[in-house]
């Protein structure tokens, strides 16, 4: 077979078309149908398929992160019995309404046992935050160096949460014509500070 005889091909005769002609023509219409399919159909299913085996994926992600958090269920419980009674502990630290004039005076009473001088004791208005309310002291004190470190562990050993905040200390003036005074225990200094009490809030408090 020839190119002569390939021109003379006709699609009215495909019956008379030779064999090896019929053969070649019946591959490439078996291949574009199947090229077809694969395009409008198969392409379309395949891409599903990935999808879906994407999803399946993050499914058993989730379900391993679950299965573990599911698995160790007891010990979060007890983790979270644990930080309640450490919370409440805290809560206990913080004085009510009725204990607050009683704890101002173990402040003041602190002072005093550790050999400071007030100047100034002025509480202040409270300030309430989220469960609970700051009660800020205005102090001014003079004393010496291990008079100070006398009330600042007082005030940590107290049964409530006290805090020494804005700390300020020098030199109070000499009077004129007069030194500065100063013995064995060192120079007369003077402390400033903020005390900042806390006192809880129950439900009607926060409202």
């Not at 208005?125 to 004190?141: G, R």
């Not at 107290?158 to 000499?174: F, G, H, Q, W, Y």
């Given at each position: ?113 550790a ?31 291990h ?15 006290v ?32 005390v ?12």
């Amino acid at each position: 077979m020839n190119l002569s005889q390939l021109n003379e091909l006709s699609l009215s005769n495909v019956g008379d078309w030779p064999t090896p002609v019929k053969a070649v023509a019946i591959v490439i219409l078996v291949a574009a149908v199947g090229a077809g399919l694969y395009y409008f159909d198969t392409s379309a299913q395949y891409d599903r398929l990935m999808a879906e085996q994407t999803k399946e994926t993050e499914l058993k992600k989730s379900f391993e992160s679950k299965q573990a958090k599911a698995a160790n269920l007891e010990a979060y419980e007890q983790q979270l019995e644990a930080m309640k009674e450490s919370f409440g502990a805290m809560l206990r630290q913080l004085p009510d309404k009725t204990e607050v004039a009683a704890l101002l005076v173990d402040v003041s009473q602190t002072g005093l046992a550790a050999g400071l001088e007030f100047k100034l004791f002025q509480p202040e208005a409270e300030v309430q935050k989220d469960f609970y309310a700051e009660l800020p002291i205005k102090i001014n004190v003079t004393g010496h160096y291990h008079e100070f470190g006398r009330f600042v562990s007082g005030l940590a050993a107290l049964p409530r949460i006290v805090t020494l905040n804005e700390v300020k200390i020098d030199a109070p003036p000499s009077p004129p014509g007069k030194a500065s005074s100063s013995d064995s225990a060192g120079p007369q200094l003077s402390l400033q500070a903020t005390v900042k009490t806390y006192r809880y809030l129950d439900e009607a408090g926060v409202k």
